[in-house]
């Protein structure tokens, strides 16, 4: 055993027990739990039964996190045969009959592998490979770690942090600061584990901030004008009162929750290529899903996709040391977990030992990603979580062409006016929203040619008393949308047929 899986089983695995040993535990076990936490930590949890205790289940082009639910049907399986199938071809309606060879809960718990053949009736109709793989030519499987209850993948790592502390600690309590993902991680898992928790935010956080982590029954406390206030201060009351003040690090426990993500990748999917994880900040989850993934298959690629507007991974790799401070200005609106933690040392390490290839991701890249998985995946995800998918269409990866990939969808925390704003500017960026100006003298018609175009007029500003028009017309500006760039190519020629005065202007 080479030293990175020494590494990986001696630090992030505290029961003694081998690998094989603990990957049958998690399958044959009632309670699976991805977070490597025990039923028996869980078993005064007041959390619903959705929680994320799960076996591995490939189901509609994403990695399930979901627990399969032990209830029976509501329709006996002997009578399913009387609704028959339905398949859809170009808008015809097919029905044939098919056989239920097993009960609901074991078709629900099949993976990606092929079924063995049942029959000439039996007839498979769902794919196990997202809808965005015909795009992009790559067979893309999503692991949605944005589903989890506080929407971050890091909910595993705080977990597993909160699971391995001692109990008069746990008694004590936690402190955190900061509005981040691994505050609210910390603030939902420690009311769930009954650990009294604290969180100290800046006093200009945003009030539905503030009450979502009131709801999550942590005690909030505002304090400072910057997020360096609000850490200082939880250190010091950390110190006078004997809490433990947690700030996201690269400690080997914390890392062992996250690596769990590639633990359970590498065993819903089989034959495997290769795995895109976000990366920038912290990191921790990239060189964490690398040790889990290279010590189970060294020949799996794991590609890291990082911000092009804080490059920190990139530059740390071409200096052969963690950089502490890079002299950069991201946009904290869209990479407020990326740029407020630094790169530590182990994390530094395990990432140059198992990642293969780190690419950095334009601003506008990421934006179009989003836009892709809320048309194709119907998920909403911020910058952050969109990172994996925009490594693959900005065309930086043609090695991955034909190749079987899974992309980790980390985080969806982002207010809905930012959301809607970076929707708004991704469908500019896709050429799919534009804005022109044209002198008119009968407004319906240019109605009528949008409308049978099936084109979106999402403004318009009609201006009679205008000095560039003529005397019996009037200056119109409208904002259209487009399904595509095929259809927006299509009317621009139109129009500029029909209207000699068009002028298509910057959005």
Sequence with gaps: MNFAAQFFYANFVNDGTSPQETRRTFNDSEEYDPFWQSSEQRRGSTRPDCSFHSGPCLKDGHISNGRVGRRSTLICPERLKDFGAEEYLNGDVKVFETKVAESPEIQLKSTAKPAAKRGAESKTTTKPYSRLSKQYGVEIYLKKEHLHYTGSVKE??????????????????????????????????????????????PAHSSPSRLRMYRDYGAVVISYGSTPRDSVNHARHLASENGYLCLEEDDSAVYLAGLGTVGLEIYEQVSKLDAVIVPAGGHCGLLAATAAAIKHLNPRISVIGAEPEEFPLLMQSLKTD?????????????????????????LTFQLAKKMVDKVISVR???????????????????????????????????????????????????????????CVQRALVLDDRVGRFTVQLGDMAKLLDILARDDVRLLDVCHRRYSDKSDLFKAQVECVVETCDKTQNCQLRRTLSDRFPTLRWLDC
Excluded at 396 to 412: F, H, M, N, T, W
């Design 321 to 345: 040391s963690p950089i502490k401070d890079l002299y950069c200005n991201p946009d904290k609106k869209l990479y407020r977990d990326l740029a407020e933690h630094s790169l530590g040392t």
């Design 363 to 421: 601003e506008s890249d990421a934006l179009v990603a989003m836009l892709r998985l809320q048309e194709y995946e119907h998920s909403s995800l911020d910058t952050e979580g969109a990172l994996g998918l925009a490594a693959i269409l900005t065309g930086q990866l043609p090695e991955l062409k034909g190749k079987r990939v899974a992309i980790v969808l980390s985080s969806a925390n982002m207010d809905l006016d930012l959301v809607l704003q």
């Design 156 to 201: 595993r790592g705080v977990l597993h942090l909160l699971s391995s502390l001692q109990q008069d600690q746990q008694r004590k309590g936690v402190i955190v600061a900061t509005d981040c993902n691994f505050s609210m991680a910390v603030a939902h898992h420690a009311v769930e584990m009954r650990i009294p928790v604290s969180v100290i935010m």
